[in-house]
C-alpha cells in the first residue's frame, strides 16, 4: 500500500515550450500533495504544496505562474512547467501524504522526473 | 521555523557492519514525527522507519532503528549487519503533523564489499 505514481519518468523538450508532470497516489486518497525539486548531489526542495480542490501554497521565490500546479481530485496532481527554460532542467519529485496507512501522518514518494530543457 | 542537521556529508561502512548515520533538529512543537528516507541511485525516495514524538520507545524495522532522543532533539539511524542495497543517500526529515517535511542535507553512505 501507499504507492505514488509520476509520469514521465524522463522528458526532453526544447526551450519555450510546456511540460506537465503527473502525480498519483494508487492505492489510496491524497487531499494534499507536495511537489520537490532537487539538484545533484542535494536535498529535497520544495517547491509547492497542493491542495485537492484549492489552490496550491507556493514556497517563498518559487513563481506560481511558470509551475503550475492543479489538484483535481484526492489522487492527481499535476505540475506544469510553463515556457520551460534550460535553467528549469532539474529532477522534479512529488509525494502524497497518507494519514491513514501506518497510522501517522507521513509522504509516500513517487519516483521522479527528470527534466531536460534544450 | 523547524531546522534538521546531518552532519556526516558521507559515510562508508563494511558489509555485515553495523554504522550509524546522525541526526539533530530544533523546534518548539511537542507534537511531531520524525522520518528516514533512502535515497538509492535509482532516485526513489523511500521511507525506512518513522518515529512519532509522543512514543518513547525507539522505532524499529527490522535491521533498521533509531536512537530518539527527545530532550536533545536528536535522531540518529543505525543500520546493522549492511549490505550491497544500502548504498543510498539517506535523509532525515521532520514533519509537524500536517505541515512540510523539513529534510536534513543527506548523507551518502557507501556499504563496501
Known amino acids: 500500500g501507499a504507492v505514488v505514481s509520476q509520469h514521465p519518468s524522463r522528458v526532453i523538450c526544447k526551450s519555450g515550450t510546456s511540460v506537465k508532470i503527473e502525480c498519483r497516489s494508487l492505492?489510496?486518497?491524497?487531499?494534499?500533495m507536495f511537489w520537490y525539486r532537487q539538484f545533484p548531489k542535494k536535498s529535497l526542495m520544495l517547491m509547492a504544496t497542493s491542495n485537492e480542490g484549492s489552490k496550491a501554497t507556493y514556497e517563498q521565490g518559487v513563481e506560481k505562474d511558470k509551475f503550475l500546479i492543479n489538484h483535481a481530485s484526492l489522487t492527481l496532481s499535476t505540475l506544469t512547467v510553463t515556457s520551460a527554460h534550460p535553467e528549469d532542467s532539474s529532477f522534479y519529485i512529488c509525494?502524497?501524504?497518507?494519514?491513514?496507512?501506518?497510522?501517522?501522518?507521513?509522504?509516500?514518494f513517487g519516483p521522479g522526473t527528470r527534466l531536460t530543457v534544450l | 521555523a523547524q531546522t534538521v542537521t546531518q552532519s556526516q556529508p558521507e559515510m562508508s561502512v563494511q558489509e555485515a557492519e553495523t554504522v550509524t548515520l546522525s541526526c539533530t533538529y530544533d523546534t518548539s512543537e511537542n507534537n511531531y514525527y520524525l522520518f528516514w528516507y533512502k535515497q538509492p541511485p535509482s532516485r526513489q525516495m523511500i521511507l525506512v522507519i518513522r518515529q512519532e514524538a509522543y512514543k518513547q520507545q525507539n522505532a524499529t524495522e527490522n535491521r533498521f532503528s533509531v536512537n530518539f532522543q527527545k530532550a536533545a532533539k536528536s535522531f540518529s539511524l543505525k543500520i546493522s549487519d549492511s549490505q550491497l542495497g544500502d548504498t543510498a543517500m539517506y535523509f532525515c526529515?521532520?514533519?509537524?503533523?500536517?505541515?512540510?517535511?523539513?529534510f536534513g542535507g543527506g548523507t551518502r553512505l557507501m556499504v563496501k564489499p
Open positions: 526529515a521532520f514533519n509537524n503533523a500536517g505541515n512540510m517535511l523539513t
Open positions: 492505492d489510496f486518497q491524497a487531499t494534499t
Open positions: 509525494s502524497a501524504r497518507n494519514r491513514d496507512y501506518g497510522g501517522s501522518d507521513t509522504q509516500y
